[in-house]
């Protein structure tokens, strides 16, 4: 019998085939974004020292306040833009994108989008 995978296992298999590819610099770190059932999470990442620059999520007091729901497309965008706002703070402006293992489109695409507009560059 072959046992079949679930989607959470296939996701992880498709992030460490991206992980391969992708790393995080301290000249231009890595946006990695993971979305639950209940929320979106956002951090950008300097790999070679393994620390976390930033963070947003829509489990913050601050997100939740702005915000009607946490699970749709306007709550990833928001927190995209809210992750932008904190990076144009430090001074990054360059991020390479980690999409996780997720597909981009839905809520996914809508943070990266609204990351875009508010001024990071990837």
């Keep these: 019998m072959v046992s079949k995978k679930s989607k959470s296992e296939i996701r992880v298999k498709k992030h460490n085939r991206l992980r391969n590819r992708l790393a995080g610099t301290a000249e231009r770190p890595r946006l990695a974004v993971f979305r639950s059932n209940n929320h979106m999470y956002a951090q950008i990442i300097d790999d070679t020292v393994g620390k976390t620059l ?28 809210v992750l932008a706002k904190r990076a144009m703070e430090k ?32």
């Design 54 to 81: 930033i963070a947003a999520s829509s489990v913050e007091k601050e997100v939740k306040a702005e915000i009607e729901k946490t699970n749709n497309v306007d709550a990833a965008a928001y927190v995209g833009t």
């Design 91 to 122: 001074g990054i402006k360059v991020v390479v994108f980690d999409r996780g293992g997720f597909i981009y489109q839905g809520k996914i695409q809508a943070l990266a989008d609204a990351a875009r507009e508010a001024g990071l560059e990837f």
